[in-house]
């Protein structure tokens, strides 16, 4: 067709002597020929790029849907970290935002119109403050103190004239309607909150879209705000987001609101924490929630551990339920401020830290009222990332967890990697050291250079706070001092004034069997009662429900764990215990009457555990451990624990 036509004009316009000059009428047709021709190979490339695109939409949408029939045909349990404690079981509602929220289209005004629109703008946000101020003096007596800070935050929000004053210069100087203003000022601060390294500051950004989308809903209906589906909910809801904002938390049907899922969000956003205080599950870093769930399917949740089961199977829903039957739901954290200090029932106090693997976990520590953390996983930050993470970006992390809980000691694990903790970037050296076994220390040895700048790191910013350098899986005395040698090393090289503490983390028969000579070397230890019983009994972590706590509860590793205590109690130095038995009722019972005062735990579990220790004396969990010592089964370490406990409202 592109050079049928022109010839076909040239025999017309030659045989009538249209043109006079036959070269003319030639040159006209190639350039006609040209661009028909260049017409029809751009409407066939972008036909081809459709049908390409079209054909990646589709395989995306079939890969989406074979995974959510494999989690849904595999009752799958899907890992993210917890937000909010509790046990939770019931039926998706996928909660998405609409396309076009922060996407106003463009609507060009007349310079006439600039005056009426700033009046609209100004109007919106009038009708929203009126709202938030109703809101606060309707719900005054039955409002939390969280949900109360989050209003009095927003009401800051809507009355900074410096940020609406932008969004009116956006509509003067750009010519546009206030709404796409507000969207385009909302959009860029909320993404420059989120480029921040800050984790609180992140945090903040979907506080900003938040109250931009109150604005716009009141501006879209001439001031009227209309009512939030979400006011209305089926029992027994769960609520699916890809990010949910604090008005979707504080405006939903409490009664059947039973549980939060995300794909993102930190414990510190105001989601987490409304969800807290309102004793609402919540689970975050679920990738791809949205897409692998649909509404009306079954969950699970469990908030304390962060996972989801999606169309759980009988087994799990009747495992579940039994836990559930047993959970007690831990005090909020306004009631756990007016507590006393943690202590027995006769006085004598036991120190409470956290494990945390994430910065922004670090605001969990100051919330339940732990005394610092004693175990930072570290390790969190070579995870899921292509290359090492460099020097700046672990003093950065370092310095923000010491910062945010100064003056509290913060204790940092040295990498623990190797096992089932593989990293993604991948070097000749770094695959040595996977095919040789090596985990923990011995991994982190292996790889030097990339340990040497681990301990840059961590003694840069241990001389603002009060940070401790703990090493993993040690094994013995050498390797031990060829750690200390290297942190000597880097001292001397960095010229730097202050030593920060240094432990050992005891959780291999090995360093048990070394143990006399090991706290000699060290300011404390720390007992990983997981990996010591894993290896001691020669299980499978991985397959037990709860591996931490009932293999703790072996004869065989009660022994080796009070032999690690005596140990170090009679060296003198610093002592903890940070695996999961330190979270558990059974497992502090029995613990504190072999002489720990220090216990390290997920920060959702303080509460039990203060509970726990209220109501039991010094002698009688002392009892409690030397009749276990004289038992020969786990089932009767667990009764003598037990008939401890009883009575106790655990």
Not at 337 to 360: M, P
Not at 629 to 636: F, N, W
Request: aromatic share 4%.
């Amino acid at each position: 067709m592109a050079i049928t036509l022109p010839v076909l004009r040239i025999g017309y316009e030659v045989s009538w002597e249209i043109y006079p000059s036959l070269a003319i009428v030639s040159i006209n047709a190639l350039v006609e020929i040209a661009a028909m021709v260049l017409y029809a190979y751009l409407v066939g490339r972008t036909s081809a790029q459709t049908r390409d695109l079209q054909k990646r939409v589709a395989t995306k949408e079939l890969e989406i849907s074979r995974l959510r029939t494999f989690a849904k045909n595999t009752s799958a349990t899907l890992q993210g970290r917890g937000l909010s404690p509790g046990l939770a079981e019931g039926v998706v509602l996928i909660h998405l935002p609409p396309e076009n929220e922060w996407t106003s289209s463009h609507q060009a005004i007349a310079q006439d119109d600039v005056k009426a629109e700033i009046t609209r703008l100004e109007r919106a946000l009038a009708a929203t403050i009126r709202e938030l101020d109703n809101t606060q003096k309707q719900f005054a007596t039955d409002m939390a103190a969280a949900e109360s800070a989050l209003l009095d935050v927003q009401l800051v929000m809507l009355n900074d004239v410096g940020f609406w004053g932008k969004c009116k210069r956006r509509v003067r100087e750009d010519l546009i309607k206030a709404e796409q203003a507000i969207a385009e000022e909302v959009r860029e601060m909320a993404t420059m909150l989120e480029e921040l390294e800050q984790d609180s500051m992140r945090e903040r950004s979907a506080d900003i879209r938040d109250v931009g989308r109150r604005v716009l809903r009141s501006i879209r209906t001439s001031g009227e705000v209309p009512p939030n589906p979400l006011l209305s909910l089926p029992s027994n809801t769960i609520l699916v987001g890809k990010d949910l904002l604090p008005s979707d938390v504080m405006q939903s049907d409490r009664a059947n609101l039973v549980a939060l899922v995300t794909e993102c969000g930190g414990p510190a956003s105001h989601v987490a924490i409304l969800a807290r205080s309102r004793n609402i599950p919540a689970v975050s870093d679920i990738k791809n929630a949205s897409l692998l769930m649909a509404t009306g399917d079954r969950l699970l949740v469990d908030g304390e551990a962060g996972s989801v089961t999606v169309a759980p199977n009988k087994v799990q829903v009747a495992s579940f339920a039994a836990r559930r039957g047993q959970y007690i739901a831990p005090e909020s954290a306004a009631a756990q401020r007016q507590a006393q200090k943690t202590a027995t029932k006769d006085g004598v106090h036991i120190e409470l830290y956290a494990n945390i693997g994430r910065t922004d976990e670090a605001h969990l520590v100051l919330e339940y009222q732990l005394e610092g953390v004693g175990l930072y996983r570290s390790e969190f930050l070579f995870l899921g990332v292509e290359r090492p993470p460099d020097l700046e970006t672990q003093f950065a992390a370092y310095s923000a967890v010491a910062r945010i809980l100064d003056p509290c000691p913060v204790v940092i694990r040295t990498m623990d990697l190797g096992g089932e903790k593989i990293p993604r970037f991948a070097r000749p050296e770094n695959d040595l050291a996977l095919r040789t076994g090596r985990r923990g220390l011995a991994y982190a040895l292996a790889e030097r250079k990339m340990f040497r700048t681990q301990l840059q790191a961590i003694l840069r910013a241990a001389q603002g706070g009060d940070l401790r350098i703990m090493f993993p899986m040690v094994i013995g005395v050498a390797d031990l001092m060829e750690a200390r040698h290297l942190l000597d090393e880097v001292m001397e090289t960095e010229q730097l004034a202050k030593r920060p503490s240094i432990g050992a983390m005891i959780e291999t028969p090995a360093a048990v069997l070394h143990i006399q000579e090991i706290v000699k070397r060290v300011d404390f230890v720390s007992i990983g009662t997981n990996d010591l019983a894993h290896f001691i009994l020669a299980t499978d972590r991985q397959s037990q429900e709860s591996p931490g706590v009932l293999s703790f509860l072996h004869p065989g590793v009660l022994r080796a764990t009070d032999q690690v205590v005596q140990a170090a109690l009679k060296q003198g130095v610093g002592l903890t215990v940070c695996g999961e038995a330190a979270g558990n009722p059974e497992g502090v019972c029995l613990l504190v009457g072999m002489g720990v005062r220090v216990l390290s735990m997920d920060p959702f579990r303080a509460a039990r555990v203060r509970q726990v220790l209220h109501q039991l004396t010094l002698e009688q969990m002392e009892t409690a451990f030397r009749d276990a010592l004289g038992v020969t089964t786990p089932e009767d370490v667990r009764q003598i624990a037990a008939s401890a406990l009883c009575g106790t409202e655990v």
